[in-house]
């Protein structure tokens, strides 16, 4: 939503009305318009850091949902409230200790659901830490899978699902996958050709200037140069292709 305008203001105002001695922290309103993987990878990346029963507010493409369907989800002893588009699912690996669909009045509120269907829906799950507040248990949440990398014998097909502020490419291919190949022999391909066949641990691994892979903090294949921006310099944004050989 940015900061521009007066949305993000009003929903805090709204929460802190609501909900005595609130602590409220703002993760990002720099999401690009929209993109729902890109809004995915920085929660979570971050989420395992708050505290139990933090209740996480997500507003990315939330008028792209089945009949307008809004939902709670519990999983591992925090809350995430959002459009049922499948972002969450993307948040938490599939995974959900509970799910409840968040009721409201008028289908006007999902003009700006924020304020008006997630903002209410905290401040009831945060009076009780009880989901049946916010609506009646439902075992169906919007599920994405299409961000997976392609697995092969010897190649892994990817992408790149996320730049972040120093222009560094974070793929969908993790380190997890990546383990089930030996990759002393590996051949990185992306962006017109550019090649990279090793792993570094670190940026400085590679001197100033110079292009490496590594796996990000969170376990992320990325592709990066050292003190300088990959992105620009190799023409990479979200959705470019990344190709894994092994030999």
């Known amino acids: 939503m940015g900061i521009k305008d007066h949305f993000v203001a009003a929903v805090k105002g709204y929460l802190l009305s609501n909900i005595k001695d609130a602590s409220i922290i703002d993760i990002t309103h720099q999401v690009s318009a929209f993109n729902i993987s890109e809004a995915a990878y920085v929660l979570r990346n971050c989420y395992n850091d708050f505290p139990e029963k933090t209740i996480h507010l997500i507003?990315?493409?939330?008028?792209?949902?089945?009949?307008?369907?809004?939902?709670?989800?519990?999983?591992?002893?925090?809350?995430f409230l959002g459009s049922n588009n499948g972002i969450i699912s993307l948040v938490t690996?599939?995974?959900?200790?509970?799910?409840?669909?968040?009721?409201?009045?008028?289908?006007?509120?999902?003009?700006?659901?924020?304020?008006?269907?997630?903002?209410?829906?905290?401040?009831?799950?945060?009076?009780?830490?009880?989901?049946?507040?916010?609506?009646?248990?439902?075992?169906?949440?919007?599920?994405?899978?299409?961000?997976?990398?392609?697995?092969?014998?010897?190649?892994i097909r990817g992408m790149v699902i996320y730049i972040d502020n120093y222009g560094n490419a974070i793929t969908n291919i993790s380190k997890k996958v990546m383990e089930r190949y030996d990759y002393?022999?590996?051949?990185?391909?992306?962006?017109?050709?550019?090649?990279?066949?090793?792993?570094?641990?670190?940026?400085?691994?590679?001197?100033?200037?110079?292009?490496?892979?590594?796996?990000?903090?969170?376990?992320?294949l990325e592709i990066a140069i050292n003190k300088s921006n990959a992105a620009k310099l190799f023409g990479l944004q979200l959705k470019s292709k990344v190709l894994i050989t092994f030999s």
Not at 63 to 78: E, G, L, P, Y
Not at 148 to 154: V, Y
């Open 59 to 79: 507003n990315v493409d939330s008028d792209n949902s089945s009949n307008d369907t809004f939902i709670a989800v519990k999983f591992n002893k925090q809350y």
């Open 93 to 155: 690996d599939q995974k959900a200790d509970e799910i409840c669909v968040i009721e409201y009045k008028s289908r006007h509120d999902a003009v700006f659901p924020l304020k008006n269907i997630l903002a209410p829906a905290a401040v009831k799950i945060a009076q009780k830490y009880n989901l049946n507040a916010v609506g009646a248990k439902t075992d169906k949440m919007a599920m994405i899978s299409s961000l997976n990398p392609i697995l092969e014998k010897d190649v």
């Open 184 to 220: 002393s022999n590996i051949r990185i391909e992306f962006s017109s050709n550019e090649v990279i066949e090793n792993i570094s641990e670190l940026y400085t691994d590679v001197y100033p200037g110079d292009a490496l892979c590594l796996f990000s903090s969170g376990d992320l």
